[in-house]
C-alpha cells in the first residue's frame, strides 16, 4: 500500500513537472541524479558497518561489537 500511494504521489509529481516544460523536467532529473550520488558514499559506509559487526558477533566480545560498529566512522583506530 505504501509503495502504491507513493507511486501515485510521483505520477502526480511528474505530471506537474512535465506541464512546466521539457527544460524543467530535465533539470530535475539531473538534479535526483545528482542527489542520489550524493547518498552512495553513506550508503557504502553502512554496508561496512553492518559487515565489521556482524563478523564480530562470533566472539560473542560486546566490546569488540561496539568497536567495529564505530571503526567506520573514522572515530577508533584500527
Do not use: C, D, H
Amino acid at each position: 500500500m505504501e509503495n502504491l500511494l507513493f507511486r501515485i504521489g510521483n505520477m502526480a509529481y511528474v505530471t506537474v513537472l512535465a506541464s512546466l516544460g521539457v527544460e524543467a523536467y530535465a533539470a530535475n532529473q539531473v538534479a535526483i541524479n545528482a542527489w542520489s550520488l550524493s547518498f552512495m558514499p553513506g550508503f557504502g559506509f553502512a554496508v561496512a558497518a553492518t559487515t565489521l559487526v556482524g563478523q564480530a558477533l562470533e566472539p560473542r566480545s560486546p566490546k569488540r561489537r561496539s568497536r567495529a560498529a564505530i571503526r567506520p566512522t573514522g572515530w577508533v583506530p584500527r
